[in-house]
């Protein structure tokens, strides 16, 4: 079972992605995505529950951020907008083989997939 994490790059500030975590095998439950910047521990950006119904942000991040799912692809997507220089790092997609709802632990992902590098400039 392996995450794969794409879509990130370089983009100047105020600019979008779209991010993408496709998982292979199995749809999963619970997915998010955090970032790690450099020196800095990873942190959660945003989470979707099982169905998609529900969704949660971090709050640096909220409003600029849209979390949606495609099960049939087995697939989430992240959607940023309006990013800042402060948004640079690598993001990783996580996925839970137990949890429905949404979750900001790092500790209810039990899959991560290899990151993907947002860069943006100022």
């Known amino acids: 079972v392996q995450l794969q994490a794409s879509g990130g790059g370089l983009v100047q500030a105020g600019g979008s992605l779209r991010l993408s975590c496709a998982a292979s095998?199995?749809?999963?439950?619970?997915t998010g995505w955090f970032r790690q910047a450099p020196g800095k521990e990873r942190r959660f950006v945003a989470t979707i529950s099982r169905s998609g119904g529900s969704t949660y942000y971090a709050d640096s991040m909220k409003g600029r951020l849209t979390i949606s799912r495609e099960n049939a692809q087995n697939t989430v997507y992240l959607q940023m907008n309006n990013l800042k220089p402060e948004d640079t790092a690598v993001y990783y997609c996580?996925?839970?083989?137990?949890?429905?709802?949404?979750?900001?632990?790092?500790?209810?992902?039990?899959?991560w997939g290899q990151g993907t590098l947002v860069t943006v400039s100022s």
């Open positions: 996580a996925a839970s083989s137990r949890l429905d709802y949404g979750s900001e632990y790092s500790y209810d992902y039990d899959h």
């Open positions: 095998g199995r749809t999963f439950r619970t």
